[in-house]
């Protein structure tokens, strides 16, 4: 069973993309998969309620709202009974974030290629040293999330990235394709949609994998 945060202190950075991605993968895969939205947005649980309308069989994996403590009193019952659990918080420093990070195996860490928003990541770092003083299990990462196709703010986000202490930087980054909002709105992940965006299936089936490998070495 592996316990999977997307947050961080920033929104607008695509985090709920990432999470419903990663819970259609790994469904698709035949795991048990609860997906938590812990986004008072309600984003997840939007797009599960599009999929659960869209798909004769349903979403495949099973979603609940949780908030504030409730993300760890709540899961350190639920989440045995689940092979994974993917949990989709809000980009603040909230209450409920903190409650995902001290059951956490992973924390992915999505930025946006900007000078702007890469400098969140030094108070992320602080959530990740504090949680570890309670959780020492926890693997932090980050990756960059609506990268732009070309150009050099890639580059000098991921050097800020890998410079930044406690976290592991993925070179993966997921460039923003129309394919990831088109997806969105019908309710299916990318690997799903017809007709195929090659590209980014190739960028969300590398951070899939590079994510639960890494959950199996953590355990």
């Known amino acids: 069973m592996s316990i999977i945060v997307v947050g961080g202190t920033k929104g607008g950075v695509g985090k709920t993309?990432?999470?419903?991605?990663?819970?259609?993968?790994?469904?698709?895969?035949?795991?048990?998969?609860?997906?938590?939205?812990?986004?008072?947005?309600?984003?997840?649980?939007?797009?599960?309620e599009v999929r659960n309308e869209a798909l004769e069989h349903g979403a495949g994996y099973?979603?609940?709202?949780?908030?504030?403590?409730?993300?760890?009193?709540?899961?350190?019952?639920?989440?045995?009974?689940?092979?994974?659990?993917?949990?989709?918080?809000g980009g603040r420093d909230?209450?409920?974030?903190?409650?995902?990070?001290?059951?956490?195996?992973?924390?992915?860490?999505?930025?946006f290629p900007g000078s702007f928003d890469i400098w969140t990541l030094d108070p992320v770092a602080q959530l990740v040293e504090e949680a570890r003083a309670f959780n020492g299990r926890i693997q932090a990462f980050c990756l960059l999330n609506k990268?732009?196709?070309?150009?050099?703010?890639?580059?000098?986000?991921?050097?800020?990235?890998?410079?930044?202490?406690?976290?592991?930087?993925l070179d993966c980054p997921i460039v923003n394709r129309k394919a990831f909002r088109n997806g969105a709105a019908k309710g299916l992940g990318v690997v799903e949609l017809k007709p195929c965006d090659s590209k980014a299936v190739e960028?969300?089936?590398?951070?899939?994998?590079?994510?639960?490998?890494?959950?199996?070495?953590?355990?």
């Open 94 to 111: 909230t209450a409920g974030q903190r409650a995902a990070l001290s059951i956490a195996n992973i924390y992915l860490i999505p930025i």
């Open 17 to 48: 993309t990432l999470a419903v991605n990663l819970a259609v993968m790994r469904s698709l895969a035949t795991k048990d998969v609860l997906l938590v939205d812990a986004d008072e947005q309600g984003s997840a649980s939007d797009f599960t």
């Open 147 to 169: 990268a732009d196709p070309k150009g050099s703010d890639n580059a000098e986000a991921a050097a800020i990235a890998q410079d930044t202490p406690g976290l592991i930087y």
């Open 62 to 89: 099973t979603t609940i709202k949780l908030y504030g403590s409730a993300v760890r009193s709540e899961l350190l019952r639920l989440a045995p009974k689940h092979d994974d659990v993917v949990i989709d918080v």
């Open 203 to 219: 960028e969300v089936e590398r951070l899939y994998n590079l994510v639960f490998d890494s959950v199996k070495l953590s355990k």
